[in-house]
């Protein structure tokens, strides 16, 4: 049971346009989403997040937005450049506490090209 | 230490043989997680220590699996009598109260 899925499994995008990158969820009792970049032979790092009491969260570059009755996220990436080029891998907690685990999509590549 | 640190990096171990891979998390960290990513697939939660209370075992997926964390701070995944099926990237993450955590860079498991 894919809890947390990510459809698109590569997205290509141009230098300095815009990257989005897609991630739905079924677990209604999800209440808090992050969003990690991966690079070969490295551990996942945190990007950004939201709880599900906010629809917008902004961190420079990146802006994730959650639609909760739709049960989807997206993070958005203006400018992209080409040191984004990653495995962005959406994540999802319930429960309401700090600690516990999370429930990963498989993962979307993104290239960016000069 | 300044980060998460996995060892070994790299292992390589014949069908039926035990391994052990070992998870330094950051000092002061009290929550410890062990996730693994087979290939293509997206990250597999597979346990979660936090202080002292009773692990979340709920995603090891055989009791082939086991986990330990001593005093709090290192944690040793051992894999009894490994398969082919076990060779994945086994990643290990830590956290303080707050919601993202900090991964290694993860053991590369292979089962041959």
């Known amino acids: 049971d894919q809890q947390v899925k990510q459809n698109s499994p590569s997205l290509s995008v141009q230098e300095g346009r815009i990257s989005i990158l897609n991630c739905d969820y079924t677990n209604s009792m999800f209440d808090y989403f992050l969003w990690y970049k991966k690079y070969p032979a490295e551990g996942p790092t945190f990007l950004i997040s939201i709880s599900s009491i906010k629809d917008k969260n902004e961190d420079g570059r990146f802006t994730v937005f959650l639609n909760k009755s739709a049960k989807h996220l997206s993070l958005h990436i203006v400018p992209s450049q080409p040191g984004d080029s990653a495995v962005y891998f959406c994540a999802a907690r319930a429960g309401g506490t700090s600690y516990g685990k999370l429930t990963f999509g498989q993962g979307t590549i993104l290239t960016v090209h000069p | 230490g300044a980060g998460v640190s996995q060892s070994p990096s790299n292992k390589v171990t014949e069908k039926g043989k035990d391994v052990e891979l070992r998870c330094d998390p950051i000092?002061?960290?009290?929550?410890l997680y062990w996730y693994r990513q087979s290939l293509g697939q997206g990250l597999e939660f597979l346990i979660y220590?936090?202080?002292?209370?009773?692990?979340?075992k709920s995603g090891l997926p055989s009791d082939r699996f086991s986990a330990e964390r001593t005093g709090g701070s290192v944690s040793t995944l051992t894999i009894q009598r490994t398969q082919q099926e076990d060779s994945a990237v086994y990643l290990c993450?830590?956290?303080?109260?707050?919601?993202?955590?900090?991964f290694g860079s993860g053991t590369r498991l292979t089962v041959v």
């Open positions: 220590f936090q202080g002292n209370s009773a692990p979340d």
């Open positions: 993450a830590s956290s303080t109260r707050h919601y993202g955590y900090t």
């Open positions: 000092s002061g960290h009290t929550a």
